[in-house]
């Protein structure tokens, strides 16, 4: 009976694998979709291992072999634990039976020689994985099968996604120092006979590779083959070039063990032979990206050496000190191509040799070098002549720039800030036509914020940026315009350079292309320098009244902040006048939307008038003749409009987010001048909530706190706002608790705003409504386990209740009441709460929220030290993890932290180190780079 169960088990699990790969090989998208869900949960099952074994061994479907493959290589990486060691044996025989099953099927057999070199990794008692597949394989026509388990065999002994002790990887990488020589010999013997073969000639650079990348003795021999010439030679071959340089590369680093010393000299003079080879025309545009890559990682390798050699310092002769002025003469002539994909690759070994100079103080000795890079990154930074309008944000150049701006801060710091914006100064001088010009100011633009005593230097640059009249280029304003606005800090000591600085930019954002860099620029330009800027104030407001059609959403809040900053400059007067005229433009938009029911132009015109008083810091000396604020008048009428949106529009997310928005920065811009008007809005905050349940309600209770705690007559009122929404907020959690990622916002205002009720008003959140206490509890013994960034508010709460009492802050006259009640309350919740935190800490939550984890554990071992440890030593999911010596190991280290908590940082490093036993593998990662995951 059990056997024919089994059938049956195996015979649907088949034909439900067979299925799911007859819809994957159709074309209908949703299909596909479900099938792949599908796949994936199959490959979960036990019952997987033989399925797949069963597709494979029949070899009559030909995409369902394919996933068969694929999910067998894939239990093997991560589900080879569930396999007695028999069971093992026999999977390592059948993956050697399958591959040569297979073996004229490229795309299956990568798959199951990658699965068989796991399998020579996890089998400990495997004593020879070479040899034996190398005997197993040696027929010609399973060669390529062989090549590609000894391409996989060295990745997969290094691939830490193979849960394998030390002693395993260094008794393989042993056995491959002693089998290395055999191994090369098989290698030349398969290149003669294949020596016509681009294809062959790449997997067996691929394989040379790999096994130059394991230290210590595994290539012994490589030099009494012909290798190092295929791979000198396959560098310059235009279809071996990629898998030569990568050869190579590996050659290159294990060149740097003593043992390999005299493979420098051929390797370095073989690089830079190749010089002649990337100045040929004729030579293809890969093959001199390849050449360039590996001569720049040779010369990363080399700078120390570089730099003692240019020092004078006494030399051991390494190929760094005899060919250093060579190797920075090719890869300057390098840098100096004229294609950014080329040149561009030379960046690691300058910033190395920056980093180096710094550190021997050997500046001096490569000025020149960096210097004439400069006139090499403008080429490479230069726009086609017939650009027409601003480079577009998705412009390869774009992003190719962000690595000149790099470069040429590296060259500043080598040549000094000045000197370089000078000799950038000059080249723009001589600069001809508006490309050349714009790349050089271009360069400016990268290190001009770094500049800091040049005067000079900076008054001649800007004076030319003044003077690109209304007929310049597009991008040349655009670049123009960022140097000013990088400038803001420069103006402020030259005040006399603002009207004109301001002009420019006001004149360049009617350019078309240019606002959103010309609103940037001129923010910048107002946060520094909003008291001079008084003579531009009048076109500054008329952009507010009128914005340009250009302007974007984000471009015209820009501007409102800039003419709120200008207009705060002024006298009271004169600021009261500019807040309610401009206020009354955007509230009469929102008495229309009201009217018209537009929600939309309701939420943007409430976003609009927060502006406005975010960016309004008037000071004392600039207040009414009165006294009163001079933005008190704009602030009521708003309030009015606020309080009518909640009415009228407390049905739309948006319009409440906005309207709660205006609250915030009224109440940030009056000051103690708005305490009357945010107590009425305690009648509607909690009717807003619970018809909206719009997070942004809980922010305005937390001002409505911050306002009014030391109002002893409204304090009562606010303590009783923050009860009822906490148990509104409870009810909405209660009804969404399988999806409580989605009220992710939600949740860190409601504990957000607690703390912040504990750290004012302590005494009356705790005294006086002692249930909502509870009640936050209750929710954070839930929340604590979500994976989201709620949680760090969640253990922010913690910690600040669970530290009331404790004798430090401005309540210690309550610590010895507090002292008592927070033990009632560990006595209640802490085994709880304890065990849910070990839970948390072992891979529910982020594992950098160890420390804060630890930090509220810490609380809880000053209340009851016993009890914490009792409680996390019965945590039911240490229960659950399996045993493993590492493991283990951390747990009792964890374990231990707990019971002798001599230091908060040990409790902290000990957290930590248990989150890492649950950091999650990539499941999908099947040790192939990028190319071959393309190729296959």
Request: glycine share 4%; proline share 2%; charged share 25%.
């Amino acid at each position: 009976v059990v056997v024919m169960v089994v059938v049956t088990v195996l015979r649907e699990g088949m034909e439900n694998f067979l299925a799911i790969c007859n819809v994957l090989s159709g074309v209908d998208g949703e299909d596909i979709h479900a099938a792949s869900k599908s796949l994936i949960e199959f490959r979960q099952q036990a019952t997987a291992w033989d399925v797949v074994h069963g597709v494979l061994a029949d070899a009559t479907e030909g995409i369902a072999c394919f996933q068969a493959a694929n999910i067998l290589k894939w239990k093997v990486a991560f589900h080879f634990l569930e396999l007695d060691v028999e069971t093992t044996l026999s999977l390592r025989d059948s993956l050697i039976d399958l591959i040569k099953l297979h073996s004229q099927s490229q795309a299956i057999v990568r798959q199951l020689c990658l699965a068989l070199a796991d399998t020579a990794v996890y089998i400990h008692s495997w004593e020879d994985p070479i040899s034996d597949v190398i005997n197993l394989l040696q027929d010609e026509q399973y060669h390529i099968p062989l090549l590609e388990y000894l391409t996989f065999l060295p990745q997969e002994v290094k691939n830490k996604r193979i849960k394998v002790d030390r002693d395993r990887r260094r008794t393989l990488e042993s056995m491959m120092g002693e089998l290395g020589g055999s191994v090369y010999e098989f290698l030349q013997s398969y290149t003669q006979n294949h020596s016509n073969d681009p294809e062959c000639l790449e997997r067996v650079l691929n394989c040379a590779a790999s096994w130059l990348e394991i230290p210590g003795d595994a290539a012994l021999g490589i030099e009494d083959t012909s290798l190092p010439q295929l791979i000198f030679y396959a560098l310059t071959d235009d279809t071996l070039s990629r898998p030569g340089s990568d050869a190579l590369d590996s050659l290159m680093q294990l060149s740097m063990f003593g043992q390999y010393a005299h493979l420098v000299d051929p390797i370095v003079e073989n690089i830079l032979g190749c010089r002649a080879q990337f100045d040929d025309e004729s030579v293809d545009e890969e093959v001199k990206k390849n050449i360039v890559w590996v001569t720049s990682i040779m010369g990363a390798d080399y700078v120390f050496d570089i730099a003692q050699a240019a020092k004078g310092e006494e030399s051991d002769e390494s190929a760094g000190f005899k060919y250093s002025k060579e190797i920075c003469d090719t890869i300057l002539h390098y840098s100096s191509s004229s294609e950014s994909s080329i040149a561009l690759q030379t960046c690691d070994f300058w910033y190395k040799l920056a980093t180096v100079c710094y550190e021997l103080d050997a500046y001096d000795l490569f000025k020149s070098y960096f210097s004439e890079l400069l006139p090499a990154l403008a080429v490479l930074a230069k726009c086609d002549d017939d650009l027409e309008g601003a480079l577009q944000s998705t412009c390869e150049l774009v992003d190719d720039r962000m690595e000149i701006i790099d470069l040429t801060v590296e060259i500043s710091s080598v040549v000094g800030t000045v000197p370089t914006l000078e000799i950038i100064w000059n080249y723009l001088q001589n600069a001809e036509g508006w490309a050349q010009q714009e790349a050089f100011l271009f360069l400016v633009f990268s290190i001009i914020k770094f500049v800091d005593k040049a005067d000079d230097s900076i008054a001649v640059i800007v004076q030319f940026v003044y003077e690109l009249g209304g007929d310049t280029h597009s991008q040349l304003l655009r670049t123009g315009t960022k140097i000013i606005g990088e400038l803001a800090k420069w103006f402020k000591k030259h005040p006399d350079h603002i009207n004109a600085a301001t002009e420019f930019v006001l004149n360049t954002m009617k350019v078309p292309g240019n606002a959103q860099v010309a609103c940037v620029a001129l923010n910048f330009l107002a946060a520094q320098n909003a008291g001079n800027m008084q003579a531009q104030a009048a076109a500054i407001f008329e952009l507010v009244q009128t914005p340009l059609e250009e302007f974007q959403e984000d471009d015209y809040l820009d501007v409102i902040k800039i003419g709120s900053r200008v207009l705060c400059t002024f006298n009271g007067d004169y600021i009261k006048q500019g807040i309610s005229h401009t206020t009354t433009i955007f509230l009469e938009e929102i008495t229309q939307g009201i009217s018209a029911g537009d929600t939309k132009s309701v939420a943007l015109s409430l976003t609009r008038v927060a502006e406005i008083f975010r960016s309004c810091n008037v000071k004392q000396s600039h207040f009414c003749e009165d006294g009163t604020h001079p933005c008190l008048d704009g602030a009521i009428a708003s309030w009015e409009m606020i309080t009518k949106t909640f009415q009228e529009m407390g049905g739309c997310s948006k319009c409440i987010e906005a309207a709660n928005k205006c609250v915030k920065w009224i109440v940030r811009c009056l000051g103690e001048h708005a305490n009357d008007l945010v107590g009425f809005l305690l009648e509607y905050v909690f009717s807003i909530f619970q018809q909206t349940h719009h997070p942004s309600c809980l922010y305005v209770a937390g001002i409505l706190v911050q306002s009014l705690y030391e109002d002893e007559e409204r304090r009562p009122a606010v303590i009783d706002l923050v009860c009822t929404l906490t148990d509104e907020a409870k009810s909405v959690l209660e009804q969404n608790v399988d999806h409580l990622e989605a009220e992710e916002e939600l949740i860190d205002d409601l504990f957000r705003l607690h703390k912040q009720v504990l750290t004012l008003c302590p005494y009356d959140a705790f005294v006086c409504e002692q249930q909502v206490v509870h009640t936050m509890l209750q929710i954070s013994s839930v929340v604590i386990l979500m994976p989201t960034q709620s949680t760090e508010t969640v253990l922010s709460y913690l910690t600040a209740l669970f530290s009331l009492g404790c004798g430090k802050g401005d309540h210690y006259e309550l610590d010895v009441y507090f002292e008592g009640e927070i033990k009632e309350l560990f006595i209640q919740y802490g085994e709880m709460l304890v065990q849910r935190l070990i839970e948390a800490l072992a891979g529910t939550v982020p594992r950098f929220l160890a420390y804060d984890l630890a930090t509220v554990m810490w609380r809880f071992l000053k209340i009851d030290l016993e009890a914490v440890v009792a409680f996390a030593e019965n945590t039911p999911k240490l229960q659950t993890i399996p045993p493993n010596k590492a493991q283990q190991s951390h747990i009792i280290t964890m374990l231990e932290a707990l019971r002798n908590p001599t230091k908060q940082s040990n409790l902290r490093a000990a957290f930590k180190d248990f989150a890492r036993l649950f950091e999650e593998d990539d499941e999908d990662d099947d040790g192939m780079t990028g190319e071959e995951e393309e190729k296959e």
